[in-house]
């Protein structure tokens, strides 16, 4: 147990080392966000496969119909677009293909919500995971004509919808994620809005 506890301190030691090491020094805050969204994406995500993928049969039978609709096996006279199995297939294709760009798309917005949003001195940091990398973005707080949105109040403090936006000439730049706005996060948003 002692040793278990030694490997673990300086397993610590080492990631302070090289957080401190990255961003250039040991005064940053790092802003905690809102795991809530993201889970119950990934939670609806796995339902939406689950109870769907048993009744995939049910698209070939659309597309058997839709074809018989449009009388297409009149006009081209092939003998299998009469068979419903081909249809199964198809509809075996169609489900994957829905199914991986879905996928693609949740992974881009975990990817969104899931920004590791770091202050440092005047500057807000966010690092993204991008495949098998890290993407890094720095952005100076005190710049000209830069508009800051704090979107907070209601129920968004109890749901942890609250969100920071810094934005120049009407287009966002920089938005950190969703966070609750209590406890650390509470000493970066006074410190931010100066009060």
């Known amino acids: 147990m002692k040793q278990l506890k030694t490997i673990l301190s300086k397993w610590k030691e080492y990631k302070s ?18 795991p809530i969204p993201s889970i119950l994406l990934v939670i609806g995500s796995i339902c939406f496969f689950y109870f769907t993928l048993p009744y995939i049969h049910y698209l070939g039978h659309f597309f058997y119909w839709f074809v018989g609709v449009l009388e297409i096996t009149k006009v081209l006279k092939i003998p299998f677009l009469d068979e419903v199995r081909y249809y199964h297939y198809l509809s075996v294709f169609v489900y994957f293909y829905l199914s991986i760009s879905l996928l693609v798309d949740i ?89």
């Open 17 to 34: 080392k090289k957080e401190t090491s990255y961003f250039g020094t040991s005064l940053y805050d790092e802003l905690t966000s809102n």
């Open 107 to 195: 992974s881009k917005l975990l990817n969104l919500w899931n920004k590791r949003t770091v202050f440092v001195k005047d500057e807000l940091w966010q690092i993204s995971h991008h495949g098998f990398g890290k993407q890094l973005n720095q952005f100076k707080l005190k710049e000209e004509g830069l508009v800051f949105t704090y979107e907070h109040g209601g129920l968004n403090d109890y749901l942890g919808w609250n969100r920071m936006l810094w934005k120049k000439n009407g287009v966002v730049l920089m938005s950190t994620p969703f966070f609750f706005p209590f406890r650390k996060n509470k000493t970066i948003v006074n410190r931010i809005l100066n009060r």
